[in-house]
């Protein structure tokens, strides 16, 4: 990577990162190649428009995102393209694919590219290979990756495992990825042996929509002890009642260091939102 290709990403990586913490708060919104227009992203210009009043540093998703990521007006937020998919229907859904690349997000005014690697998986072969192709374009370009690294296979008996989850971020950081986005273990001590572990900054994924915002914040803030440096959380904010509210609150104890305690005081008081 030449001076300028290093220029570059240290500029694209600020604007999905905040400068002043070197953490973020990712609102992924690409369900609609996965499982298509389920609740909270049928109005994907609206969601845009919320998450960004709430202050997140980036959104994420397909080629059709950008329509609305940049739209030029309300607050301005990050641009990450995923460039690998799958369906439900598909005979493996674990099998993720590239479907686009590098100087195509490029085009449509990304800041930065995303994929998808399930550790563990049938064509994990393929899937690593794809990562090396997209991290090689991203090197050339100065383009910041942020690698989904998923443990999801026969040989995984839990995706949160430590050792599984470990292994899966190393992975990703090896292969060239500058942010990894993978599970949580569960428990302060375990993760710090993943953010340790790991050369690159992590970050939890949110997974299936979590039971309780108060439980939701509490695992952000047990992640940020360990060692966290930010969150990428879909459903759990594009299907609550206030998606503003919650990406603000994310941002408090993300960027702020706020208790989940001190977050449901200052925001939440004399709110109707269920936190239990």
Not at 8 to 26: F, H, L, Q
Not at 30 to 56: C, N, Q, R, W, Y
Not at 94 to 108: P, S
Not at 149 to 164: D, F, L, V
Request: hydrophobic content about 40%; some cysteine; proline content about 5%.
């Amino acid at each position: 990577m030449n001076v300028v290709s290093l220029i570059g990403k240290k500029v694209r990586m600020e604007r999905i990162m905040n400068r002043k913490t070197g953490k973020t708060v990712i609102i992924p919104m690409d369900h609609g190649v996965t499982v298509g227009p389920i609740p909270g992203l049928e109005d994907l210009p609206k969601m845009v428009d919320m998450v960004a009043e709430g202050g997140a540093n980036a959104v994420l998703g397909h080629l059709f995102v950008p329509l609305y990521g940049h739209r030029g007006y309300g607050n301005d937020i990050g641009l990450i393209i995923h460039l690998s998919a799958s369906t439900t229907f598909a005979p493996d859904p674990n099998q993720k694919t590239l479907v686009t690349d590098v100087e195509e997000a490029i085009k449509v005014g990304a800041d930065a590219v995303s994929v998808h690697i399930n550790v563990g998986a049938e064509n994990e072969p393929e899937m690593l290979k794809d990562l090396g192709y997209v991290s090689k374009q991203c090197r050339h370009w100065g383009f910041p990756l942020l690698a989904m690294m998923y443990p999801r296979g026969q040989k995984i008996k839990s995706e949160h495992e430590p050792t599984a989850v470990k292994l899966a971020a190393r992975l990703g950081a090896e292969l060239g990825a500058d942010i990894i986005k993978t599970n949580y273990t569960g428990d302060i001590d375990s993760f710090k042996e993943v953010t340790r572990a790991c050369p690159v900054p992590v970050i939890i994924a949110g997974g299936p929509k979590i039971e309780g915002i108060k439980r939701l914040f509490q695992v952000v803030e047990d992640a940020m002890q360990a060692g966290a440096r930010g969150v990428a959380f879909g459903r759990n904010i594009f299907q609550s009642k206030d998606p503003a509210l919650l990406t603000r609150a994310l941002c408090k104890l993300v960027h702020e260091n706020y208790t989940t305690d001190e977050v449901i005081r200052e925001l939440f008081t004399g709110s109707k939102i269920e936190l239990e």
